[in-house]
């Protein structure tokens, strides 16, 4: 589904999908660059990112929805969970997870 596509609901459910995949991967990845090999962080960052496809959605999506204000939840649930989850599924594959 294209962006121009999606209705207000959708639209701030994939911006909100977009910030918490930012944090959760982007995170993880800047831990990985800057933490030694033999650290804690580097541990941490590692498992996350070796997690089954199956797994990072399930997490990415408890995020999503524990993360968001009241506002901001009533768009979510318009939008609807399986179209969340399709979105962090389409996005992981897109950045290679």
């Given at each position: 589904?294209?962006?121009?596509?999606?209705?207000?609901?959708?639209r701030?459910a994939?911006?909100?999908?977009?910030?918490?995949?930012?944090?959760?991967?982007?995170?993880?990845?800047?831990?990985?660059?800057?933490y030694?090999e033999?650290?804690?962080?580097?541990?941490?960052?590692?498992?996350?990112?070796?997690?089954?496809?199956d797994?990072?959605i399930?997490?990415?999506?408890?995020?999503?929805?524990?993360d968001?204000?009241?506002d901001v939840?009533?768009h979510?649930?318009?939008a609807?969970?399986?179209?969340i989850?399709e979105?962090?599924?389409?996005?992981?594959?897109?950045?290679g997870?």
């Amino acid at each position: 589904m294209k962006y121009s596509e999606m209705n207000a609901h959708e639209r701030l459910a994939f911006e909100r999908v977009c910030n918490v995949m930012s944090e959760y991967i982007g995170g993880s990845e800047n831990m990985l660059e800057d933490y030694p090999e033999d650290s804690e962080e580097y541990a941490i960052a590692k498992r996350h990112l070796s997690k089954p496809h199956d797994e990072m959605i399930d997490e990415i999506y408890r995020e999503v929805m524990m993360d968001s204000n009241r506002d901001v939840l009533k768009h979510l649930r318009f939008a609807g969970e399986a179209f969340i989850r399709e979105r962090i599924s389409k996005r992981l594959t897109k950045w290679g997870y």
